[in-house]
């Protein structure tokens, strides 16, 4: 066991707003927030470390059967994640700058 501390990204933060309008922007709906247990414990280290929330974003689907021998993602979701990314720094900078 890793022995990682715990962390959650507040969905009012700067950094969750503008995942949520990048999902918005390339998937055509709002996200619906969720909490997951894992481990990434260096989540928890960059929060103490750098004093910065981290954002995880999610583009598979539990049907993805991730880490099991029949593990598979799709290509749809794999082009809209990459079209997000980009969304998500516009977003971002534009909210860092107070032109939200």
Known sequence: ???GEAAVTPTDSPAYQAASKAMEDTFGKAPIPTRGGGSIPIVALFEAELGLKTILFGFGLDS????????????????????????????????MNGRA
């Open 1 to 3: 066991h890793h022995g």
């Open 64 to 95: 993805n059967a991730i880490h099991s021998p029949n593990e598979h993602y799709g290509v749809f979701n794999y082009m809209k994640g990459i079209a997000t990314i980009p969304r998500f720094h516009h977003h971002f900078a534009s909210l």
